[in-house]
Structure formats: structure tokens, C-alpha cells
């Protein structure tokens, strides 16, 4: 390998290689490359806003939060506690965060391929100014370089969102929150640019361990003494216009299965019941959460809140890490989703509404063509959100729209949404799906399927224009 | 956009983009392009055939019979009965053709993508010659030249069938048909070009509302007075024989699953009786439509039709557009289909029997390489259809060739068969596959993975050697 | 077609078609097309090395013994009979090794598009020195040179061993194997060469015929009395000791699901001994199977063989094939495969323990970017296989790199594995995995995602390195 090159990024990364396409993706993604960013679905902490944090520092910019990266190092070898995650049980954990970092640059080459280093490039290079690559060789430079630029005003995270062009921000919040954050940004003028999500799932599942205590939380964020299922579901409106008021758009449900068979009131209520007195068998919890599914969707032709729907994910795959070490460090691993069915209660009932929208995403690539895209191709409230998780990825982008475009078309799509918890690789992640959407309108206009001027506007729709439109609470006439 | 451009098809349209493969396929299609086509598996009604009908205007031309626009439009949120479809509990329709065309017009959009563009494009550019393409401000424009255009003599439907170099159409018939359309045909020297196909589907099912009803009319046309299994079993073949007479070549089966498991001829009875008391539960009626594939099998064995199978749709998947509106408009959602299980009691009994070829359709593409491929890489009865309703298009054709051509070659394949109810689409169809399979077959060639010349054989084969083979009775020697 | 041409290999035949890519892959594969084969998990019969046998005639060489071969001409119509294949009821069957050449060559057309066609081509030009394409016209001609090339000293096999470079070949043995061919070969100084690989499958599924015998075998083998569960393991670890003395590497895991559940002992215990009274039904088989793949995990611990799991097949998919003339004959047939919860029990005991590995390969491909990329990205001890058997072809290879880098990168797969019976098409095989890998790689390149010094060090990688890491027994310090 040549010795330490400085560092750039090739204009015409992640276009089509191939000269006709490449000369019209450049095109297209010429019209979208400078359009705001509107980011509807992530994980960012809305308190690093509100407190307008500085991050401190490489390794707990990029390594430690991102599970992304911290499952790749565990599969390579490297176990959670030497990435600086404490076990629980006290035991030894790495807290020199130079070695932590050095350990990533040490694995740079397990990234090759993955968008996690096709992002980590566009973040280092574009955003943070960093002269090479990461290696062992480079890794305590880097680290310095990093340590350096991080400490500057124009790093801390409002700077950041600003230059990023990020037009307005939807975290996501629990069912229960204060939105005490989001209280403060409403304060410092940035009530319109950040808001929040309302995700009841812990309050869904009564199997879970955290259910008793998050409907305590609920009966005192809401007021309303929760102790049985009409109270329950007294709570959540008034939840739900707690978070409009805040400027929520959206709700987002983190399900095993998108089921959403309702429930006779009755068993509904002696489900909820049975719960308080312990947590119920796995298919109770499942029926019960497919009930609560059909219940926000009633919800939702009320305040008008779009539902976001997130099936199919197994957490916590490895007991082990999640009894070491905890949740969400890489370890939820997805598997087969059956939509056709599961979805039918809910889209009979209210599918036909225009008081209700439902965004859907899978991390089960099987759904796009056979289930996903003959949905949304035919119910006006059912929009296919962007690749999820594991499928934001080149490939990933790539195959989403070859696998649903030809049923569902461009315009019962969401646009891009992504699903960051690394606030840094927000940009990287919506250039990256403007260059695939760019190949890919490409490929219609080379093959003489679209006019190049009908790929621009869809391109255009696909960046801004539909993405406003699929979180626009659809009684404020989106 | 430009304002009105005169419309044209480009010649490359829809082949690959790559200068050499491009150059190659170019090649291909040259040799296929001007071959008759071949159409086993429509739609089309043999009463617009008998009656040479015109047609009347652009709506009921392109939109009001046609489930993939009328589905596309109301997920757009155009409703059906704004489409012309009128609510069975007589509410308000729209009856004004020009109206459903500009609605149509408007939402051009919404199908860009989509293999409805393409064909429509191919449609009105080069079968009825429109001079613009659709939007707010052409339709009525186009609507016009339209309705002139259609009342031309050459426009009628047996002009445009001999303008369409079409070799012999299959129609897809109820079993209980007397066929008078056919016999029309037969004796306007039409009876080798328009063939019916025997669908016994209603008969097969009896947990439908319509099995009674169908069991009567099958009384009727048969002769067999059906009071028993075995009753219902002879009447079934004095109608194949009735079909077979009148030139019929197969028989199609739409089946939730393809399972094929034989009941115990008890137990069939039993079922068949209680069916006539009433009707069954869905387990007992797909139990009992799973022995009527076997059944239909055994009897393909006396009597040579070809075995037709399209499984795993969910029909009329929204009960509140199929109870306001009715069926066949655009809400069959498919669902995940199990071949290898299902396949095994039928092929087990006569896979091997050279009388007997059974054709698999599916709308779940995950079949493709782990299950049907390799069905048809083994049993000599097998052949795989061409990619059926939602994949019949542009991706959906290129990757039924990539995901089963390793295992299975090209000549366990039954070449190209639509499944159009339009008319006017059938040119477009088979040209599209023609060009993907010219786009697929120069990739084999650039990858010198196989000669010009055998490429050139082969897309000769999968046009017309192949579909007069799968569709000609093996006991007619084919 | 032109007459009888001089048959070559284009030298960038199955490289990118694209000209930028392909010089890019060119240059990659120039890399790497000499390097030597690493050959794990083939399934050649160890005897024929012992032995240093000949191969007689074309017939004998490429069609009996081939079932990709015999399933493809048995699905145009040749029973396996007339392919040299007995009846087991002594009825007529083709000795004629000329004949059966000529019905092969008569349907080479039938593998157009097929890895079969592929790796023949490479076989009978680079490795057989053939003059001409096969087909009815040059069949004899055909016939006639390779008896003459064959019978020459320089085409044994182990001639051939030494011509293709292959640096070690894993063999699939019986668990009860007395390895005795292997001692033949490490005699002859081979034993670093050809190395055993332990598969105990007929032991681990109880509902099977052959389960009583081969307990006997096994009693006999281990020196063990094998009367219960206990002692069942007992002599599967003395058995395994006595592999890892012959150099195995490996234990080889063909189950139908990829269930690893364990049982309680008591209830392992019952099985085992409910099966010594005659066979179990396939619930309890399945179960008692899962049981043993978590036992078998557990063994690895203590010996250091890596495991490797194959699910997913439905053997003897035709019983009248498998009645008539045996198995391994072209009629099994894969199924949909669930990984995520069936592995869970599995990893979740030993999938962080570093003496422990497991190589995952599948032929349902819909797991890859769901499934097992998740969990190889993941689990410090998961490696993901080489496409098998219908997926190691040109397009199966590809889209394992397209569906699976981008969550697993390439530090997480085996590097290519071959799952060979016909010992020619070994060489064949890996450079076509070279090929394309070279093509992925060259993509990567092109659109600017990895430096081309990169794509040549992991295309090296993929070669050599990770292959002979993924098979060194972690106690090895692999």
C-alpha cells in the first residue's frame, strides 16, 4: 500500500461505474447534492442539542455509541469491554480511549465493503478534515488530528447541523419522556428544526421486563391513573397530544411482527390485567401487542400522527452480551416478516382513510416485491419507507428500489429516511442514497424508460418533496 | 419539461445500457423482434374476439378494465368509483370518460418505473400512434385523437390481432363454459388462433360463496348429474373432453398454495358432502383443493392438457374495496409460497410420466432459485412459466433469468407467456421480454459464457420453439 | 453455426463485461489466478488418490458420476438408466459408456447458461486439451480423444493434484470410517495433502434406515459398546480423536434445519434409547439432531474441529428416483431455511468461545443479507461458506458478495470453498470464485468504494489466507 496518501473522496463515488450511467447520475445527483437534509427518523439524543455539545473525542465519536461498529470489532475478536462498554458485573473494561480507537484502525480492513466505512470515509474526510486513512500505522495521528478539531466551536453539534443543511430533525423519544430537551430547543428558536417521535414499544410488550415500571411512568407523565385498559388508553391521547404539541409528526412501533389483529375489548382488558400481575406468556404479549398496533391506528386517525412500522427483529440475539454487557451493542439480529396477513385488520380497517398514513420498513429484503411494494402500490395510506438498518447500504439502496419501483412506482415511497444514531454520518447517509437514486434513475433514463428531466423532478421529489410530505401530519393537509 | 415533444419509442429502449452488451443484444432482438407471437395465458375475453369489437375510447380502452392503472390510481387516493368503477350499493360513479382519462392523465407520474409505463408508452405510441405523452395538459388533447383513432376499421380487435402477428391466444375459461365464443371463432376460421383453457378454481374450492352455484352449472353443461365425488370427478372429465375438442391445450389452476397432497377417497367423499351442506372451513377446502390439483393431474395424464399452476395470492385482500366494489380491481396481494413440500406428492406420482407437463407461476421470487429451479433442473415434467403479474417487467424478467437459468437452463422454461387482460398490451409485452432476454443473453455472450450464435438460437427458442412446446398436448407428440 | 471451430477460453471470460470494470478485474484476478487451491470441503473419494487411479472414458469421467449433469439430462427426457445408471430392480441400463457420451453431448444446449456448461468448457479445453464444442456431430470425435488423453500417465490423479495446485483437499469420511485410504496416502508422504473430514450425519438422525447398522459400525470403530446417550458420546469423541490424529480439521453437518436446541440429558437419553427399539418419528428425530449439532459444538471446544453446517435440503425429493435407482442422484431439492432463531441456543453457549468456529452455508439465498451476515458480523466464531451447490455458479457467487458484504464485510467468509464430487472441475471451480470475486471487487473500485491496492490484498485474502484460517483448528492458534 502506497505510504499514508492524503486522504479525498472521488466526486463520482457510489455512481454507477459504468460511463453512459455514470455521465447522467452525475447530472441528477448534481440537482439534489445541495438540497436540505430532512431527517425524520433517527436516534439522535435530543440533550447533545439542547446542551449543544462538543464531542470529545475519536472514540467516542465514532466507536463507542455506534453499534454498527462495535459488532463488526466483536465479530473480528474484540470483545464489547475492550471498546470501552462496561460489563455489568464490574469487571475489567478499557477506558483509555486512544487504545480504543486504536483497536478500530487496527480492523480498519474488516469495514471493506460495508457502508459503515463507506460512511466513516465521508466523515472523516468531509466533515472532520482528516489527512489519511485510518491503520495501525495512522491511528495515534488521527486520533491527535481528531482530538484537535473536535475542541473547535465550528465541531460542536448545533455548528455541525447548520453546515450539514439539515432542515428539520425527528428524534425519538419514549412514550413517557418530558420532552424537557425538546422544551429547551423550542426555547433557543429550534422548536421547528428538532422534534419529537412518540415510541410507546416497552409500553406494548407486556412480556417485558420494563413493562410494569413504564406504566407507572405513564401514569404520572400523563396524569391519568393508569389501571386498566380504557385508562391505558386514556393515557396514551393524552400522551400522543402532549408530543403534537411539541411538534411530533410521528409515532414509531418497534414490533416482532407487524400483526395487528384487534382484540375483543374484554380480552384486550384481561390481558392488561393479567400483565399487572406479572408479565404475560409470549403469545399473550404478541397478541396484545398486535392489538395496541390496531389501537394507534385509531389513535392516528385522531391526531393525526403517521405511523412508522418496524417489524422483524430479533433483540438481543446473544443472552450473553445482553446479560454482560446490555442492549442495543449490536447483537439484534433480523429474521423472516410476513406483512400480507399480519397487515390486513389494520389496512381494512383504516387503509382506505385519508385521515392515516403508515410508513413501512424491513430489514427482510424478501418483503420488497412480493408483499411491501403490492401494499403500497395499492392502499392510498401505505407508504415504503427507505432501506432500514442493515439495507442502508449501496447494495441495500440499490436493490430497494429495483425490488419495489416496478409495482409501487417513485410516489408511494417516502423518500430517504435514516436511522442514525451517529450524528456525524447524517450527511454521508443521505448523499450516499441521492448517489444510488441517481444511478438508478440513470439506468431508467440510459435504457430510454424515463426522460432525463422526469428523473431530475423524481429525484428531486425522492430528496425533499416526498419525504415532507410522508411526515406531514396528514390533518395539516400534507 | 419541453413542451409536447412529438413521441417516439427509441429502437434501444429497455436494452442494457453497457455499449458492448447493448451492441449484442441489439443483435439478439434483431432476430426476434418480427417473430409471431405466442400467447397461452390471457385474459382477453374470446367475446370481443367473436364480435370483433371496437374500441370505444381511451378510458375504457387503458383504465377501466385494467387492475394494474385502476390499483396505481387509488393508492395515488383516486378512488375506484372516480375511476368508473361503480359501488355496488349505487352510490355516485363517475361516467364521464374524459373525466376518468384526465384523472389518469394527471397522475402519469405515479407510474413512472413501472412496467405499465413501459407498455403504455409502446401502446399508444406504436399501436394507436398519440403524438404526446400523458399530463394535465394533453389529456384532453389525447382523449380525442383517441376516440378518432379507435373508430378506424383497422383498430378493431381482429385488425389489430393479425397487426400483432399473433400465432394463437389462449383465453382462460370457466369449466362450466359452453364456449359459444369459441365456436363463433371456429367458424369465422378463427378456431386455431383463439383456444380456450380450462379454470376450474370455483369448483375446486368449497369454502367459496360460489361453489354450490358452480356445482350446479357443472350439472348442467356435463351432463353428469354431480351428487358425489366420484360424480363430480366424471363430470370434470366430459367438460376437459368438451375443452379439448374445442382445441383447448391446458388447464390453469389459481390456488392459494400449491399443495398437492391426495385425500384418501373417503375422505374427498366426505368432504364433497359436506361441501353440499354447506360450506367449509378453510382448512377442510384447502385440504380438499390440494387432492383436486392431484386429481387434476391424473386426469392430464388421459387426457393430455398441460398443467397450469399460479399459487400464493391473497385475493381480494381488502374486504372493504372488495364489498364496495367487487373483485379483480387491484387488491390481490401476494404472500410468501412453499413449492418443495407442496410439489411432492403430484410429482412424486407423475413427474416422470412423459404424458403428463406441469408450468409454475409465482409472485414470490424467493421460489425462483432455492425451489422452482431446481423442481425444473430435475423432474422432466416441470417447466417454469415466464415471470407472472407483478414481475412481468423490466427487473422483474431480468431477474427471473439471473435466479434461475444456473439451475435450471433455458430449456426447462416455457419461453414467454403473458397474462394480460388488455388487449392493446400484448404486443408490448412479449417485445419487453423479448429485450430483456436479448439484454440477459448478451451478458452470457460478453462474459464469453456462451456463443453469438447459441445466444441467437436460444432467444429463437424462448420466443416460439419453447412456448409451442410447453403448450402443445404431449400427446400430441410435442 | 460455424463448423467445428478450434474450441479456446477467452482469457476475460466471467469477468465484467463493462470495459472500466473489467480492466480493473483483469488486473485483480492477475493476481490471483495462479495462487494455489485450498480445497476443504470437496467430496472426492480419497481411495482414487490412494490409489492413484486413471479415469477410463469421458462417460465415466463427467456424466455418471455427476449428478448436477444427470438431473439436467434426466429433466429433458433420458432416464437415469439410460445414463448408466442401474435399476435396482435389475432392469435394462445403458453399458454403452459411448452411448451414454452421446446423449450428453445431444443436450448440451440444455446447459447453456449453467455452471455446469462453465466449468466443462474449462475442464475439457485447459485440463483435457479437447478440440471441439460437444454436441451430436462431434460426440464420437470427443469420445475418442479423451480415451486416448486419459489413458496417458500425466492425466492420473495425482498427476493432476500436482498440475492443479492444490496445496491441501479436505475429503467427507464417515464418522465410522477406518481412514484407511488416508493412511495409504500419508504413507506416500500425502498425508499434509489430503486430509479427512468428519461427518457424522446418518448417527445423528435416528429416524433414518441406515441409523441401527451404522451404531453398530460405530460400537466397532470406537471400541466403545455404544448401549446408551452416554456412550453414544464417548465413542463420537473417541472417533473424533482418532480424525484429529489423521489430520482432520473439520466435523461436516448436513442436517435438514439448522436447529440446534438441546435437550435435557434425560430426555436425550430416551430418545437415544427409543431409537435402539426401532426408528423415531421425525419429530423426535429432528429433535434428537438438534440436540446433537449443540453436543457436537461442545466437542469442538475440547478438539479444536471446526464445524460446518449445511441445512436445508430435502433429500430423495422424488421416491420413485430414489426407489428405482438410489440416491445422490439429482433429486434433492432445498427449502426455505430459518437461521436466526434455530442457531440462537447454539451461540449463545459457545459463539464468543475462541476455540470455538463455524462455517455456514446455505441454499436459501434469502438468508444471507436477513440471517447469517447479521450473525457473521456479529459472532466472534461465525464464518459464512462459499455459495453451495446450486449457488457456486456465476450469478451465485456474485450475489453472495452483493447480499452479504455489506453487513459482514469479507473478514467474516471462508473464502472460497468448493463442494466438488467430479475431481476435474476443482480447478475450474476456484478460478471461476476468482473471477468473480475479482468482478465484485473491481466494482468496489470503480465507483471509488475501496483502492484498488485494497481490492488486490483482499482478493488474496479471499484466496489463500481466509480459507486456510477458516479450516485451521482454533487450538492450532488459527
Redesign the interface.
Known sequence: ??EHPRWT??P??????????RAIAREIHGRTADLPIVSMHGHVDAGTLARDEAFGDAAELFVIPDHYLL??L????V?HHELGIPPRDGGPVQHDRREIWRRFCEHW???????T??WLEHELVEVFGVSRAPSAATADLLYDELLETLARPEFRIRALFERFGIEVLGTTDSATSALADHATLRRDGWGDRVVPTFRPDVLFHPDGAGWRAAIDELSAASGVEVGDQAGFLEALRERRRYFVAAGARATDHGHRTPDTTPLPAEEAQRLFAAALRGPLGVREAEAYAAHMLFESARMSLEDGLVMQLHPGV?RD?????AGRYGSDL??D????V?F??AL?PL??AV??D?RFRLILFT????AY???L????????S?LLGAPWW??D????LARF???T????????TSGFVDDTRAFASIPARHDLARRIDAGYLA??V??????L??AI??AIDLTVTLPRAAYARPGDGG
Chains 1, 2, 3 share one sequence.
Open positions: 500500500m502506497s473522496l472521488d463520482d463515488r457510489a455512481l454507477p461505474a459504468e460511463p453512459t450511467r459488532r463488526m466483536v465479530s473480528q475478536g470483545p480492513r474488516a469495514f471493506r465493503g460495508t457502508p466505512r463507506y430479533v440475539h446473544s443472552a450473553q452480551v449490536g447483537f439480529i433480523p429474521r423472516g410476513e400480507t396477513r390486513r389496512l381494512d387503509g382506505h385519508p430489514v427482510d429484503e424478501t416485491s412480493r408483499e411494494a403490492p401494499l403500497a402500490g395499492a392502499y392510498p401505505v442493515f439495507l447500504a449501496p447494495g441495500g428500489r429495483e425490488l419501483t416496478e409495482t409501487a412506482g417513485f410516489y408511494n439506468k431508467l440510459a435504457e430510454h424508460r424515463l426522460g428531466d422526469e423532478e423524481t
